[in-house]
């Protein structure tokens, strides 16, 4: 089983450009990362005028007067995040952005990335599904955080009635920033798997917990894809950097997947190539019987 890592900066960058291209070179090349993962929202589109205008409910975290502000000052424009496509293929990473309305998913279509990932909070936007089953061909990643069983059902058979189940990812989650290990629940990837892997294409797991232990076990749980916040410092102004992994922990989930995944495997003979000298020297036999004299 072949497993890839999803290093999310989603806003970590604090809407800076460099900062931005920086996460990028040190995902790829540091941390060794398969994917790159940004946001788009059209925050007219997606907030009440009221929601727009109130001030951010965490001011210590605001990057403006009220929450448009804040978000506005978080968002790259569409032309920003070809940019950062750009500089992923320079590097060697995949590039890739959750959407969370219908504008920023027709746009990100458009950039024709390998794969779109639609976050918890959106995973009812059924216009936006739309528009991503209908004008877009890579595959889709939908987590399933804060989501009912009855919901879950109608999401994978909406992928279904669109003939493209066999394109979505579906990413066990419990959203919160950060999650205690006892609210993980990464049987979740169990039960997805049991439900709907003869259905869609994968299971995977996105994390907002400490460290790396949950996410080895999410490997050996079946998770195709792991996907953990990422950012340069978790001291950083802004929400989601206490819930991130640096980049030294981000490196050793890297390195410590692909180890965890390569190991799961089963025995191809019963005696492998490595055993067979150590079969000889220390193996117990027992011991030939002495002839009778005659």
């Known amino acids: 089983m072949s497993v890839k890592v999803i290093a999310e900066v989603g806003c970590n960058h604090k809407g800076d450009m460099e900062i931005a291209k920086e996460m990028i070179r040190v995902a790829a090349i540091y941390a060794k990362a398969d994917v790159v993962k940004f946001q788009k929202r059209n925050n007219r589109e997606l907030l009440t005028e009221a929601q727009y ?26 032309d920003q995040h070809r ?3 750009e500089e992923c293929e320079k590097n060697g990473i995949e590039y890739s ?11 990100i279509a458009s950039l024709k990335p390998s794969l779109i990932k639609v976050p918890s909070a959106c995973n009812l936007h059924f216009e936006m599904l739309e528009v991503l089953a209908d004008e877009y061909e890579g595959e889709v ?8 069983k009855e919901e879950e059902e109608k999401i994978v058979q909406f ?9 979505l990812v579906l990413y066990a989650c419990t959203s919160g920033y950060p999650v205690a290990f006892d609210e993980l629940c990464l049987l979740e990837i169990t039960r997805l798997k049991e439900k709907f892997g003869d259905t869609v294409k994968s299971i995977a797991f996105s994390g907002h917990h400490l460290g790396i232990a949950a996410d080895m076990a999410a490997i050996a749980l079946g998770a ?6 990422f950012t340069l410092d978790r001291t950083w102004k802004g929400t989601d950097h206490a819930a991130s992994l640096e980049p030294d922990g981000l490196r ?8 965890v995944s390569n190991s799961l495997t089963y025995k191809q003979d019963d005696i492998l190539e490595i055993e067979k000298a150590q079969r000889d020297k ?3 036999r027992p011991k030939p019987k002495a002839a009778s004299a005659a």
Do not use: I, Q
Request: aromatic content about 10%.
């Open 141 to 148: 990643h939908l987590s399933l955080g804060m989501t009912t």
């Open 224 to 229: 195709s894809w792991v996907e953990r916040h």
């Open 83 to 85: 940019e950062l496509m």
């Open 252 to 259: 050793r989930l890297c390195r410590d997947a692909k180890a």
């Open 53 to 78: 205008n109130a001030p951010h409910p965490n001011p210590v975290n605001s990057y403006g007067d009220t929450y448009g502000a804040h978000r506005e000052y978080l968002e790259f424009s569409v």
């Open 159 to 167: 992928f279904v009635d669109k003939g493209r189940a066999k394109e």
């Open 97 to 107: 952005t959750s959407t969370w309305d219908v504008t920023s998913a027709r746009e």
């Open 282 to 284: 220390l193996k117990w």
